[in-house]
């Protein structure tokens, strides 16, 4: 049996063979410095009742959990609502309630695709004071049907006065068009749909979200908004290609404020997905991350151009079709999503919006019971407070991202450096995932604990640090759960953020240590890894 205390003793046990000492980088990478908020979330438009509730019946969890992470990193994540759903999204003005979806199976067990919203829908975007909000509007229907058309008429005015209390981030004209020809959820489009019918739906669209703007909210007509985020492609390889749209004129107007593309590593049921192969590996992250990056460096060619138009992922998570129980859900896909979000970090990417929906596999949290899922934080969140941690106070004290390449793809580094002038390039933190699979339950299903769980195997990690004093302290703070297969009793730096504890309020367990320390030697420092956790060391602000 392997509590939490004896992963400690395993730690003075292991050996240190003489591994490979790692230099960081002395300097910040230029590329690397992520926007505020960047761990954001991208939920399910019609979810988001469910995760943010109404102003009678405010969803104070999920409030919980999202104050969490701002508490962290300075300021709260950034929300993105939208998703498959914000394009069946019909405007019915006699709705009682918030939203009304039909779930047909054979389209998808998960999610409604018949949809009708009513005014109070647009009641969530009250419920979390200081949270900002994209609102996911509908392209799919919007230029298919004229009931579509008289959705974003008639919701425009809505969404813009609810998002008129400092709460806006920016607007969204249709989820995936990449897709929308193909989809495995029915087409929307005809075949011929290409690149060039897109850049002008896109145009016509926007051009009348402007002009509602512009009618019912006129504050957030000024100083050149409203603007966009696009193009919201499910990827680089269907049938549309983003350079092509560009190139016919989508962001003419210059109104496109955010670059975003989506990812997901693979599908829920795609052959051969497993947790060491497909998640808790390097390299796999890294390819499918790098993917991004030509396109974008082809239609954004210079900095300034860059830096005009950020790159972010507006949507992504671990497998699509909302995640495969036994991989998504468990403390191996929360490593995962770490690795993801610091390693697109390092490569420019500035935000990131995990994406979740009422019992998906991957959300972060569940934010209502329901009878397929319980009420609760799960795995992945708190890879979200790892990265969080790792990013600091990036609002007062920004940092900036750097991959540390280590030997074997089933482990990752990175290194966070203050970028403020005054602190020169300081090393703030370094965090290390040990990736290799460790089960203790039966079948690796995070339910029944296995009698005789395995000896657990740790790593030792050696990094130069240039520019940090020999004799300095470095706090270590570990991310922990009984294996790679746990899906609850998951601590960071002896924290809980569990629904069942205070309603995903912080409350520190007495029965994990914290407090641990290592010291630069020869302008080296060294720390232990057990497989399937996470350390974040905290360097001294000088
Ligand atoms: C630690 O304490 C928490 C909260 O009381 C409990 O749920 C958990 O099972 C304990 N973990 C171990 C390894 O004993
Ligand atoms: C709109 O909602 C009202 C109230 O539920 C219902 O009676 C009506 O049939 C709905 N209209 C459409 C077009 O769905
Ligand atoms: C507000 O949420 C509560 C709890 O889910 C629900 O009972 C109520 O019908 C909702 N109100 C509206 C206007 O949708
Ligand atoms: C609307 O979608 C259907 C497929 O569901 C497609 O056959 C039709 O051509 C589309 N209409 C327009 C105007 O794009
Ligand atoms: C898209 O289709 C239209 C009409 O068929 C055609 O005129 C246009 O050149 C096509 N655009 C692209 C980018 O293929
Ligand atoms: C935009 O599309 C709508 C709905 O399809 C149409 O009624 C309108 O004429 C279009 N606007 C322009 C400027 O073509
Ligand atoms: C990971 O990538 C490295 C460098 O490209 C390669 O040498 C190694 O074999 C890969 N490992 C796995 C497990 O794919
Ligand atoms: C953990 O269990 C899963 C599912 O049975 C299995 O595929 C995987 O190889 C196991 N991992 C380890 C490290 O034993
Ligand atoms: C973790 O392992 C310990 C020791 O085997 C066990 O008591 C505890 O219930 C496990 N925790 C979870 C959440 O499975």
Redesign the pocket.
């Known amino acids: 049996m392997l509590t939490q205390g004896t992963v400690f003793a395993l730690l003075g046990a292991v050996s240190s063979v003489a591994a490979d000492v790692y230099t960081v980088p002395s300097q910040p990478n230029a590329n690397g410095e992520p926007f505020d908020g960047f761990v954001s979330y991208s939920i399910e438009f019609a979810s988001f009742p469910d995760f943010a509730g109404n102003k009678s019946a405010p969803n104070t969890f999920s409030y919980n959990l999202i104050n969490n992470l701002g508490a962290l990193s300075g300021s709260k994540p950034y929300i993105r609502v939208g998703g498959n759903t914000q394009d069946y999204a019909l405007y019915n003005a006699s709705l009682k309630t918030s939203l009304v979806g039909i779930v047909d199976p054979s389209r998808s067990p998960d999610y409604p695709t018949t949809i009708h919203i009513g005014p109070s829908y647009f009641e969530s975007y009250s419920t979390w004071p200081g949270v900002k909000f994209s609102h996911g509007l509908n392209l799919g229907l919007g230029a298919n049907r004229s009931e579509g058309w008289q959705t974003l008429v008639d919701t425009v005015p809505l969404a813009c006065k609810a998002l008129s209390q400092g709460n806006l981030y920016t607007w969204e004209y249709g989820n995936e068009p990449d897709l929308f020809s193909t989809s495995a959820q029915g087409p929307v489009r005809p075949s011929t749909w290409n690149e060039s019918t897109y850049a002008w739906q896109w145009l016509n669209g926007t051009a009348e979200i402007k002009k509602q703007i512009q009618k019912h909210c006129p504050a957030l007509s000024l100083f050149g908004e409203p603007k966009f985020m696009a193009p919201s492609y499910a990827g680089t390889g269907n049938h549309l290609k983003a350079p092509l749209a560009f190139q016919d004129g989508l962001d003419k107007n210059k109104d496109i404020q955010f670059f975003s593309t989506h990812n997901y590593i693979s599908g829920a049921t795609s052959p051969g997905v ?1 947790l ?1 192969g497909t998640l808790m590996n390097h390299n796999k992250t890294v390819s499918s991350i790098q993917g991004h990056l030509p396109e974008y460096n082809a239609i954004f060619p210079t900095p300034e151009a860059q830096k005009a138009t950020p790159l972010i992922f507006g949507e992504c998570n671990s497998l699509y079709n909302q995640g495969r129980p036994g991989l998504s859900n468990t403390f191996g896909a929360a490593l995962w999503g770490i690795d993801f979000n610091l390693y697109a970090a390092s490569v420019g990417f500035k935000r990131v919006h995990m994406h979740m929906g009422t019992n998906y596999r991957y959300q972060a949290w569940q934010p209502v019971e329901t009878d397929l899922a319980s009420r609760g934080t799960k795995a992945p969140y708190y890879g979200n407070i790892a990265v969080s941690a790792t990013l600091g106070a990036s609002n007062l004290l920004p940092v900036s991202i750097t991959n540390i390449p280590l030997a074997d793809a089933y482990e990752a580094a990175y290194a966070a450096h203050y970028t403020s002038p005054l602190l020169n390039g300081h090393l703030a933190r370094i965090t290390v995932l040990n990736m290799r ?3 203790t339950t039966v ?2 299903q995070g339910l029944d604990p296995l009698p005789n769980p395995p000896p657990r195997s740790s790593q030792s990690y050696t990094f130069a640090v240039s520019g940090v004093r020999n004799g300095e302290l470095v706090g270590i703070q570990r991310l922990l759960a009984n294996g790679s ?1 746990a899906i609850t009793g998951i601590t960071f730096d002896g924290w809980s953020y569990n629904y069942e504890l205070a309603l995903g309020k912080p409350v520190r367990l007495h029965n994990v240590t914290v407090g641990e320390t290592a010291r630069v030697k020869n302008g080296q420092v060294t720390v232990q890894v057990p497989d399937s956790s996470a350390v974040v060391l905290n360097f001294p602000l000088l």
């Open positions: 497993t060491q699979g460790y089960n079948d690796g297969d």
